[in-house]
């Protein structure tokens, strides 16, 4: 994956089941490197809330195989992810709500 994204390859490209790299790595037990790339979710512009053919995203596949932790940060990269697009909607003037 971090080839693929130091060639500008985009790291949510799906195959024809409709997964991301991060649906691979999961379904396949890749916990360490999936681990990884969840920490710098950011940094490789990863869609935390893609959803395969099947309608699960990577925190969906987590709690199917019993990987709480790794649930977990999921879940907390995503609500970073919520207040990091807050912060820059507020920085654009677009919190009109």
Known sequence: ???RHRLDGSLNDRDGLGNTPLHWLLINGHLKAARYFIAY???YGLDLS???REGNTARNITLLNSHHAL????LTAEIDNCI???RLWREM???HA
Do not use: P, S, V
Not at 71 to 74: G, I, K, M, R, S
């Open 1 to 3: 994956m971090q080839t």
């Open 41 to 43: 979710y950011a940094k």
């Open 50 to 52: 893609a959803k395969n």
């Open 71 to 74: 649930a977990q940060q999921l």
């Open 84 to 86: 990091r697009a807050l």
């Open 93 to 95: 003037g677009l919190n």
